[in-house]
């Protein structure tokens, strides 16, 4: 069987299924499924190998499914369980709740897993969703290099405290951010994931080294600020 035949045979399996999602063709053997409502995951179809694989991400949460290349029902039948797990994932892309966990070491790994992207080395905290609506990346209770300590409170509000030398802030932290929601993940960086806590919006009781985000979502689509 070759990967073409392959192919040939998933989609008719993704049809007989309803079409759950759609494919975009990126390689020989390998596929982005995706939803209309911007949710993304990548299918790897290798026919000598007997092996699909289900994920995204250089070393994130793929999962692997197994058949005999010889043998075209036992291909239908590992297509069928991995259309039923990129249907999943693609579902929690699509709307995603308060404390989901998203297995991804890097910020780019994360921004490819829920926006179907293909960056290898943002190191930015943040991503621009909307004008008003930004995606952004924290680690919880430690100071960052650039200075800025974020704790969350017991009634889930969000501090972001200057702790730094003033001498040495960045310009481009003076004031308060233009955006005025964030979707919100805690990185957990020795764990190698991102748990989501919510979407914030900056209070009025702000200042420019002390920052306070009240949560007024635990859900979000990544499109709906």
């Known amino acids: ?10 989609r008719e399996v993704l049809m007989e299924n309803g079409e759950p999602f759609s494919l ?34 250089k070393g994130g949460d793929w999962k692997e499914f197994r058949f005999d290349p010889s043998d075209e029902d036992s291909f239908t039948a590992c297509a069928e369980r991995a259309v039923v797990e990129a249907d999943s994932r693609l579902a929690k892309l699509g709307v995603i709740r308060r404390g989901d966990v998203f297995n991804a ?19 930015k905290c943040t991503y621009m969703l909307t004008d008003s609506f930004v995606l952004l990346m924290h680690m919880f209770d430690r100071v960052t290099q650039a200075g800025w ?11 972001e405290q200057y702790v730094g030398t003033y001498a040495k802030k ?7 951010p233009e955006d005025k929601y964030r979707a919100l993940f805690e990185k957990e960086k020795e ?4 748990v989501f806590k919510g ?16 949560r007024v979502s635990d859900e979000t689509d990544l499109h709906d600020f």
């Open 1 to 10: 069987m070759t990967n073409a035949k392959g192919w040939e045979l998933f």
């Open 24 to 57: 975009q063709k990126t390689g020989d053997n390998i596929c982005t499924a995706k939803r209309e409502n911007g949710g993304s995951t990548e299918i790897c179809i290798d026919t000598e190998k007997g092996t699909i694989f289900v994920g995204s991400g």
């Open 105 to 123: 070491r890097t910020n780019a790994e994360l921004l490819n897993m829920l926006l179907g992207k293909s960056m290898k080395g943002y190191m």
């Open 149 to 159: 300590l974020n704790r969350e409170l017991a009634d889930g509000t969000v501090v």
């Open 170 to 176: 960045f310009e481009s932290h003076n004031g308060l």
């Open 191 to 194: 764990r190698g994931r991102f």
């Open 199 to 214: 979407v914030y919006k900056l209070s009025a009781e702000s200042t420019p080294d002390k920052r306070i985000w009240v």
